[in-house]
């Protein structure tokens, strides 16, 4: 079983930042592929960021380049979501999941997921 848990939505002014974290407890360490969708009211969910089981490999969906960034920490088992430059169009509730088929999914498990709301 592989848990995986989000954290560091909340509340932040257009141009703003948050960094999003997401705890993956699995039995082998670093071993899967990571990836971010988001869901915004009304709409359905939609792929964000991934970052491959190496960490060598990146993929962003258009919204998002050059003002998010995925990344990953081996030793506390933690993939992250910089996001930067935010935008009212950004608000919606944030999921991580792990293992599954890079970058888009399907992916294997999820979490319950963090809201993220940005303010014009």
């Known amino acids: 079983q592989v848990d995986v848990a989000e954290s560091g939505g909340g509340l932040v002014q257009t141009g703003g930042s948050l960094r999003l974290s997401c705890i993956v407890r699995a039995r082998t360490s670093g071993t899967y592929a990571a990836g971010w969708f988001r869901q915004a009211p009304g709409k359905d969910r939609e792929f964000v960021a991934a970052i491959s089981w190496g960490g060598g490999s990146t993929e962003y969906a258009d919204s998002v380049k050059g003002r998010f960034t995925v990344s990953r920490d081996y030793a506390k088992n933690t993939v992250f979501l910089q996001m930067n430059t935010l935008k009212p169009d950004d608000t919606g509730v944030y999921y991580c999941?792990?293992?599954?088929?890079?970058?888009?999914?399907?992916?294997?498990?999820w979490g319950q997921g963090t809201q993220v709301t940005v303010s014009s």
């Open positions: 999941a792990a293992e599954g088929t890079y970058p888009n999914g399907p992916y294997n498990y």
